[in-house]
């Protein structure tokens, strides 16, 4: 059985952590996926080994960007029709405040849909989504 069928088959029983856990780098970071209705909320942990400054403590600023780059990856994969990892075109990202070393969160909002190209928005958080720790914007090419 192929990787892009073993994805199809966990996501039709929504078993979206197992499918995060196959990708090294969402593995290392420790993400994991919450389903709340029609959204996914990411979750970054509270790991030292994502801090970039120990001394504040603050996460690294690339830990962060990875973190919201592989949110909207998955969760193309998993919410619309993909049957395979869609590859990053361009990813910017604002970063708003220090991450804090404490649970992260982000959410995936697709701004657009093609027939090759994707655009999405995600918002990275910590303690309130009014309060976000990062914005960022993502084109991903579909396979």
């Not at 403590?57 to 990875?66: K, M």
């Not at 970063?95 to 999405?120: C, D, F, S």
Request: hydrophobic share 40%; charged share 20%.
């Amino acid at each position: 059985m192929t990787w892009q069928h073993e994805v199809h088959r966990l996501e039709q029983h929504k078993n979206y952590d197992r499918v995060i856990q196959e990708i090294p780098y969402a593995r290392f970071i420790g993400m994991s996926c919450i389903p709340i209705g029609q959204s996914l909320i990411f979750t970054l942990p509270a790991k030292e080994d994502n801090l970039g400054n120990p001394t504040l403590p603050a996460l690294h600023g690339g830990v962060i960007a990875g973190f919201m780059e592989m949110s909207a990856s998955l969760f193309v994969l998993l919410t619309q029709d993909v049957r395979a990892m869609p590859k990053v075109i361009d990813f910017a990202i604002d970063y708003l405040r220090p991450g804090r070393l404490q649970e992260t969160y982000t959410e995936v909002q697709v701004i657009r849909h093609g027939k090759k190209i994707v655009n999405a928005y995600v918002l990275a958080w910590q303690d309130t989504k009014k309060t976000p720790t990062a914005t960022a914007r993502v084109h991903l090419l579909l396979p």
